[in-house]
């Protein structure tokens, strides 16, 4: 190839790269500037979503009840070093009650690559998610991880605490610039601050570890290889009320209705089982008999929905049948935290004693189970700690009404205990301060509960039950 040739193709190349970077430029330029109509967001302008609002939108959007997307999954997408380090370019537009947010997400792995569009749609007059897409993920329509990354990074940015400045959000996302300013690590550099940080601390003293372990699984009665060898565990007998082992043990039989199964479970369920299962369940949430035990149960908080829900296969089926985590946010710890706080408070302003209480099962009603807040001799107690004013309305109308969910609640809850009366507490949202608690009395309604009751069995019969009879079938 002669020089003039070799000229020649330099040339071309350097011409070819000049117009890439030009466009490049300009995609780069484009893309940093707002869609019409919208703003830059800031602290300031974000909409606000409170952690009652997520819960909903998660609960009713079928697209993050699949079993691809909840339990670990969704912990993963929704957690904190993701979300904040990947969105960037953050848009605000406002169209009557509803806000519209838009942004970009890095995708966590190839960080170089395009960035993820997506979009938030809320109704702030009612404090109701409307949507959420991701526009740019194959796994779209099926609820990716983008979409959560986005609506949890908005609800924490609504639980910060008020900046003594406004921080603008239309920024590029730390996780894009990953590589950019540190190009390489020299082999020498690799592990010195781990080895001298090792011998600077001293190894801890772990010669007690197994007789901790062996006393945290006798507290909360955790049956492992372990501790059936080591510990007395009293949830060996109280197991057999799972439905699990139920129905485990009733397709043996070779039974195959639902109504033989409700006979068979009655038989099985003796009262002196269901009276020792509440009391080893009274740590509720902290002890993991109590969820073996709720496992394809109607459970009190979800007897109105199931009285009333008309969808065969839902996101309310999944939630009965499945294993599914809510990821616990500040405003869910605040709200186990606080009731205590407030039962405490109920008891001195009463002048009473209220015992804890645990999962209340019943022989005459194998598929359902109810967990009072706390109890007394006379009547059950139900706790609810709203985070905020608008909240209170899920739990209270402005006139003082119980909301029917926490009517069914608590009609079950008396049923499952054989209490005449329960007191309904709702916590002051700035409780913390004003220690202020609305009590309320409801009286028990035996029509009232057993319609409710008839119509949640009903569905569980038709919807639930077969779900349950297949999983032990395969």
Not at 127 to 137: A, G, L, P, T
Request: glycine share 4%; charged share 25%; with cysteine.
């Amino acid at each position: 190839m002669s020089r003039r040739e070799d000229w020649i193709r330099c040339v071309q190349n350097k011409l070819s790269e000049t117009t890439y970077n030009k466009f490049d430029h300009l995609a780069e330029f484009q893309r940093r500037m707002c869609e019409q109509g919208f703003v830059k967001a800031n602290s300031n302008n974000l909409p606000q979503i409170n952690m009652f609002a997520v819960l909903e939108f998660l609960k009713d959007d079928d697209r993050f009840n699949a079993p691809e997307i909840r339990c670990a999954k969704a912990s993963l997408n929704c957690r904190e070093s993701y979300g904040d380090a990947a969105v960037g370019y953050v848009q605000v537009k406002r169209e009557g009650d509803l806000c519209i947010v838009k942004c970009r997400v890095c995708p966590e792995h190839r960080v170089r690559s395009k960035a993820y569009s997506t979009t938030l749609i809320i109704n702030e007059a009612t404090e109701k998610i409307i949507d959420v897409q991701c526009h740019d993920c194959a796994a779209a329509t099926g609820g990716c991880k983008h979409a959560l990354a986005v609506l949890m990074w908005v609800h924490r940015r609504s639980e910060d605490p008020a900046p003594t400045e406004i921080a603008c959000y239309w920024k590029k996302s730390r996780l894009s610039g990953v590589g950019t300013a540190l190009k390489y690590v020299e082999v020498k550099d690799l592990g010195i601050q781990k080895v001298h940080k090792l011998k600077r601390t001293s190894i801890p003293d772990n010669s007690t570890f197994l007789h901790d372990v062996l006393e945290l699984a006798e507290s909360k009665q955790i049956d492992c290889q372990i501790s059936r060898l080591e510990v007395d565990l009293k949830c060996l007998k109280t197991n057999n009320l799972s439905l699990h082992r139920l129905l485990l043990k009733f397709h043996l039989n070779g039974g195959l209705m639902s109504g033989n199964f409700l006979t068979f479970a009655s038989s099985e369920m003796t009262q002196v089982l269901c009276d020792e299962a509440e009391q080893l369940t009274r740590n509720q949430s902290d002890c993991p008999l109590w969820y073996e035990l709720r496992y394809g149960r109607i459970t009190a908080s979800k007897l109105y929905e199931a009285a009333h829900c008309t969808t065969d296969s839902g996101s309310f089926v999944k939630q009965v049948t499945g294993a599914s985590k809510v990821h616990e946010t500040s405003a869910m710890l605040r709200g186990k935290d606080l009731e205590k706080l407030v039962l405490i408070e109920v008891e001195r302003e009463l002048d009473t004693r209220i015992k804890s209480a645990g999962l209340y099962l019943s022989p005459n009603y194998p598929a359902l189970g109810a967990s009072p807040g706390g109890m007394t001799n006379e009547y059950i107690v139900e706790i609810k700690c709203p985070s905020n004013e608008k909240a209170l309305e899920r739990f209270l109308s402005k006139d003082k009404i119980i909301n029917p969910k926490c009517v069914a609640q608590m009609q079950l809850q008396m049923l499952a205990t054989g209490k005449k009366r329960g007191l309904f507490c709702v916590a002051n949202s700035a409780f913390e301060n004003t220690k202020k608690v609305h009590m309320q009395w409801l009286a028990y309604d035996l029509e009232v509960a057993q319609d409710l009751v008839k119509k949640a069995m009903l569905f569980w019969e038709r919807n639930i039950f077969p779900l349950l009879l297949s999983s032990v079938q395969k």
